[in-house]
């Protein structure tokens, strides 16, 4: 049994049905409880203790962003003026209002935060850089990056 973060232990029964989650988020109860050797109602009872633990947070659909209407994806780093709390927090609650920003991430060095951005076209980015990002107080300098190709693209988590 190995000890994560936050004091959680996970035996590999628990890690061999969280792998397979990440696999297939929709996979039946009755067949994951197949491929971990365990019976359907012992298989349910760990992932309701995996969910309310916060070990899986939800459960979701992974849509095709072009299927959808969204042939851009940017990585927009974000450089901000000064580190006040009060600037730091009006930026984060702003961005977690933009449902165009997929992930958000806090870094050190050069730049503050890094946006991955989901955008329809050209003139879509156009307004979220000139109307959306670049009015925030305390933004002092945007640089985005266009991908060109998503070489690898995953949700899950390297289990043991």
Do not use: W
């Not at 397979?20 to 491929?35: C, P, V, W």
């Not at 992974?62 to 927009?76: E, S, T």
């Not at 050190?108 to 890094?114: A, L, V, W």
């Not at 933004?139 to 690898?152: G, N, P």
């Amino acid at each position: 049994m190995i000890e994560y973060s936050e004091g959680y232990k996970l035996d590999s029964i628990d890690e061999s049905i969280l792998r397979e989650l990440q696999m297939d988020g929709r996979i039946r109860n009755s067949e994951l409880a197949r491929l971990v050797n365990l019976s359907p109602p012992a298989v349910h009872a760990r992932m309701r203790r995996l969910e309310k633990q916060g070990v899986i947070r939800r459960y979701v659909a992974l849509l095709d962003p072009a299927k959808v209407g969204y042939d851009m994806l940017c990585l927009i780093s974000v450089s901000m003026q000064l580190q006040t709390f009060e600037l730091v927090e009006t930026f984060r609650n702003t961005i977690s209002e933009m449902p165009e920003v997929l992930e958000c991430h806090q870094l050190t060095g050069e730049f503050d935060c890094i946006l991955k951005v989901a955008i329809r076209n050209r003139k879509d980015l156009e307004r979220f850089v000139v109307d959306r990002l670049t009015p925030i107080p305390g933004v002092a300098r945007i640089h985005t990056s266009l991908v060109l190709a998503e070489v690898k693209s995953t949700t899950a988590l390297p289990i043991p």
